[in-house]
């Protein structure tokens, strides 16, 4: 991805990022806007890179939860709007007052022994207001700037937009926050609303926080890149702001977010280019929902999925997914872990064969522990029955 607009970028380069518009709102269908693909979304699709159809339909802003209901297997992925309006209220109470208790909490918790006390007089709060996700995305990078510019002071950036690129095409995030120290560094905030008692949370909760917030240092990374003048650092580790016990009051812990950085950088390297996947599909292939349901299915098994029970709490898809996973007899049904584990045996029904003996190389380890684990089952029910 480019920093220029397409007016400042090569006539070629254009040309193809228009050519790749057209044929991903093609793949949307007419009527469809594109859904914005958020940092939740991304870290999930991270979590399992070999998943062509979900990396198409992100990069295509398909909207998967219409797509899934279309399809028959409708999804309960999602957060309930009980659960949306009270992590609402509590993300208003934590910024209120131009982001002080906010700031009080950042510098108790990665503050430096030099870093001033967040005074409101030593606090700027730009308006980081534009129209549209390029122009916000521009002034958010604007505001950047002039922080870092501005040693000796603290900037409060509430809902600042950066871009990351995501298999050749930009997705547009939204943090909850990001400070700027009077050092120059930049420091993500994630506001949750699950609550954090006796100073711990929910360590899987917190695990997803910090996938999340590691798309957001990754794509502030790239934004700081572009400053060489001032060589901003993005720190690894991430402020994560939870009610505290049971109260609506907050709370912080500094969470180090180094593992996910490498994790979420490594595997989002791995994605096959959304040009590439969009290029392999039949000619006139298309996910709108108005579709056709056996038109609109043999679309989506023309895009290879990769699914993982995982997938079941991170994909509107995911039960589509697993039903046609569970009909193939893929092994990827039972859990990554033996997925591994089996090697080159990918059905069920290939594994059981090498477990009788019917096929396979005795001399692999994995058809010979296969081997071994049938026949100590049939002795132990050789036993039962006697």
């Not at 790749?20 to 269908?29: F, W």
């Not at 695990?207 to 720190?235: D, F, I, M, N």
């Amino acid at each position: 991805m480019s920093e220029f607009p397409d007016s400042a970028r090569p006539p070629h380069r254009t040309t193809q990022a228009t050519g790749l518009r057209r044929r991903l709102a093609e793949l949307r269908g007419p009527d469809h806007p594109p859904r914005p693909l958020d940092a939740r979304a991304l870290a999930a699709l991270a979590a399992n890179p070999g998943c062509d159809r979900r990396a198409l339909m992100d990069g295509a802003g398909v909207d998967k939860a219409l797509l899934a209901d279309a399809l028959g297997a409708p999804s309960a992925f999602g957060q309930s709007q009980f659960a949306l309006a009270r992590g609402n209220v509590f993300e208003a109470r934590v910024k209120a007052d131009g982001g002080a208790e906010l700031l009080r909490l950042v510098h108790a918790r990665v503050g430096g022994t030099g870093d001033p006390e967040p005074v409101p007089d030593l606090v700027r709060a730009p308006d980081l207001s534009a129209a549209g996700p390029e122009g916000r995305t521009a002034r958010t990078a604007l505001a950047l700037r002039e922080a870092v510019q501005a040693p000796g002071t603290w900037t409060f950036l509430d809902h600042p937009m950066v871009a990351l690129d995501v298999a050749g095409s930009p997705a547009f995030l939204e943090p909850d926050a990001v400070v700027v120290h009077p050092d120059g560094s930049w420091t993500v905030v994630e506001i949750k609303s699950f609550p954090m008692i006796d100073g711990a949370a929910d360590p899987a909760k917190v695990g997803a926080a910090a996938r999340q917030a590691a798309v957001y240092v990754l794509a502030l990374e790239q934004v700081a890149a572009r400053l060489p003048e001032a060589s901003p650092v993005v720190r690894d580790r991430v402020v994560l702001v939870c009610p505290k016990d049971f109260s609506n009051l907050p709370a912080a812990s500094a969470v180090d977010v180094r593992k996910q950085l490498s994790v979420t950088r490594r595997q989002l390297t791995r994605l096959t280019r959304i040009e590439d996947i969009a290029a392999a599909l039949p000619p006139g292939t298309a996910f709108d929902p108005e579709l056709p349901a056996a038109e609109l299915r043999a679309a989506v098994e023309s895009v290879p999925a990769m699914y993982a029970p995982e997938c079941l709490a991170a994909c509107e898809l995911a039960f589509h997914c697993r039903d046609r996973s569970r009909a193939a007899g893929a092994v990827t049904a039972l859990g990554r872990p033996l997925r591994a584990e089996l090697g080159g045996l990918t059905t069920v029904d290939a594994v059981l064969a090498a477990a009788r003996g019917e096929s396979g190389d005795p001399a692999d380890p994995t058809v010979a522990a296969l081997r071994r684990a049938a026949a100590l089952r049939a002795e132990a029910l050789e036993g039962a029955r006697c």
